[in-house]
């Protein structure tokens, strides 16, 4: 079975940086798409980065393009998501997510077409 953890959630100051890793077990990583979502109190849940498992092509919310970069290793089965120039906006529990490649389209870091999840991370930006 699929499990995803997520960890190095936190509290950083406004313009700082944190780094989320995301631990995959139970799958060939390469043959998945990967993505960040998030979700802050009292809204939505939000497409924040995808990751193709086709191509390795990346795509970001505008929100956050520019700031936070999506990466991956195969071969130790990690999601990371780098978060630069942090901004309180981005508070918010943090989803690592997988589907397989015939099963997902990336473009989108759409919820609904991704069936494995993590069990959150937070990160608060505040001063």
């Known amino acids: 079975q699929v499990q995803l953890v997520e960890s190095g959630g936190g509290l950083v100051q406004p313009g700082g940086s944190l780094r989320l890793s995301c631990a995959a077990s139970?799958?060939?990583?390469?043959?998945?798409?990967v993505a960040w979502f998030r979700q802050a109190p009292g809204k939505e849940r939000e497409g924040v980065s995808c990751?193709?498992?086709?191509?390795?092509?990346?795509h970001y919310a505008d929100s956050v393009k520019g700031r936070f970069t999506i990466s991956r290793d195969n071969t130790k089965k990690m999601v990371y998501l780098q978060m630069n120039s942090l901004k309180p906006e981005d508070t918010a529990v943090y989803y690592c997510a997988a589907e397989r490649t015939v099963q997902a389209m990336c473009v989108m870091i759409h919820g609904g077409a991704f069936g494995s999840w993590g069990q959150g991370t937070q990160v608060t930006v505040s001063s």
């Open positions: 139970g799958l060939t990583l390469e043959y998945y798409h």
């Open positions: 990751m193709s498992g086709t191509d390795g092509s990346t």
